[in-house]
């Protein structure tokens, strides 16, 4: 196992810096303590006192990599429960199980996370102590549910919910939305996160629904911006929603599969920045959602998939998921043409459904595929990811100044997505400046 001191300087490596530009070959990063000190080339470099020297020859130094939307739920399910499962086991139990769904993160390269979560408020606390290895946790808490909305078990009762919900509180009206936020910053809360519209999670929950006004969103919002930093992420798949979530003046935009052009010029003016989440969005008909499977035979499902008897004849079949992805597909495709901001986000909810660590790195390969270049998708999860978690002023690049958040890569992580995402090819992971990972194992 490699030992690094409190002053070193990695040599002979080549730098992708996180602007979304080709490497930098034959360089060496100074790090001293916590943070990067200087950076240059191999030429400009001149030995100095009591400093430990690493040579990397054919290594490849990035930033570390970011999640800007998990779920560090701690719980276990599967499609057809979904949380139902998870909210019935004890919350020690689930708190537990997130510090090794955290160091999972860590492992494949992901240095920082935006999590939407109880358990984060606290997470971030103990890995920021420094005993035990994990991520950097931007935390927004539970997210902001309208009752009856995306982030409400409408299975159990009010009380069970507000109690056992991992991810949400239940808010009706500016007035509960304003108290609801005050309350999870008073526990300690990076950010707020609010649900603007249904998420299709639940037979009455279609996310073509729109689930708080533009007087209850614009609430949220001042009562986050009023605490200085404290930026507002919203979960959007409608366009009504998005329009809302716009002139709110939110700063993130989860999921987003249903931007116009109007939104989208709208969102580059404001500098908002969009989550897509595509691993999840793009396989949810095909992997996760028996109703859009083609195949007869399933076994009878233990819940129905309408609610309203209205809609008893219009169950998402083969076509609906067909379409549903085109739609994903076409409002990344217009995002991206038109210059908003792209950040990762794998939407990460529990296992088995979605492994930690290995679906944030799916969803590199997803903007990939889905039309970003290599250098472009790196730039998504590191400089971009690191101004959705408003930490852009001390993590996503690699340069004097910043926190020595760095992976050590043994190939060319600019050329194949594939790179990233084989976890074989991470040989160091550094968090603050400080050994996390090395060759898969927890350095502490």
């Known amino acids: 196992m490699t030992t690094l001191s409190n002053h070193y300087v990695l040599l002979n490596v080549s730098i992708v810096d996180g602007y979304g530009g080709w490497p930098a070959y034959d360089m060496f990063v100074h790090v001293l303590n916590h943070q990067i000190v200087k950076v240059g080339t191999m030429k400009q470099y001149k030995k100095e006192k009591d400093v430990q020297e690493l040579s990397l020859d054919g290594h490849y130094i990035m930033p570390g990599l970011i999640d800007a939307h998990v779920h560090l739920a701690g719980g276990r399910a599967d499609y057809e429960w979904q949380e139902l499962e998870v909210f019935m086991e004890p919350k020690l139990l689930r708190g537990m199980r997130s510090v090794y769904e955290s160091q999972k993160l860590l492992k494949r390269g992901f240095t920082s996370v935006r999590d939407i979560s109880w358990n984060g408020l606290y997470l971030k606390r103990i890995f920021s102590d420094g005993i035990l290895p994990g991520p950097r946790i931007i935390a927004c808490g ?81 009562e986050a911006h009023m605490i200085q930093g404290t930026l507002c992420c919203a979960h959007v798949e409608n366009t009504e929603s998005l329009r809302i979530c716009i002139d709110a003046g939110v700063d993130t935009i989860e999921h987003g599969e249903c931007l116009d052009e109007e939104c989208a010029e709208a969102m580059v003016r404001k500098n908002m920045i969009l989550v897509p989440t595509l691993a999840i969005l793009l396989s949810w008909f095909t992997e996760f959602c028996p109703a859009a499977e083609a195949s007869s035979d399933r076994p009878k499902k233990i819940r129905p998939d309408a609610f309203f008897h209205r809609e008893f004849d219009s169950k998402p079949d083969v076509d609906y998921g067909k379409g549903f992805i085109k739609k994903v597909q076409d409002s990344f495709t217009l995002a991206r043409e038109k210059g908003v901001k792209i950040a990762l986000g794998s939407d990460t909810i529990y296992e088995p459904l979605t492994e930690y660590g290995e679906y944030s790195a799916l969803e590199f390969k997803y903007l990939v595929s889905s039309g970003l270049t290599v250098p472009e998708a790196i730039k998504a999860a590191t400089l971009t990811s690191s101004e959705a978690l408003g930490m852009s002023h001390r993590i996503g690049t690699v340069e004097a100044g910043k926190n020595a958040d760095l992976l050590v890569v043994k190939m060319d992580p600019t050329r194949d997505a594939d790179v990233l995402y084989n976890a074989e090819n991470l040989r160091m992971v550094i968090l603050n400046g400080r050994l996390a990972v090395e060759d898969g194992r927890l350095a502490y």
């Open 142 to 222: 539970p997210g902001l549910s309208r009752t009856g909305g995306h982030g409400d078990a409408y299975q159990y009762t009010e009380n069970f919910n507000q109690q056992e919900l991992f991810w949400s509180v239940l808010a009706d009206g500016p007035e509960e939305i304003r108290k609801a936020v005050r309350r999870i910053l008073r526990e300690g809360a990076d950010q707020i996160k609010i649900w603007a519209s249904g998420g299709d999670n639940w037979p009455h929950d279609r996310n073509s629904d729109t689930h708080y006004s533009l007087e209850e969103v614009k609430m949220c919002v001042q």
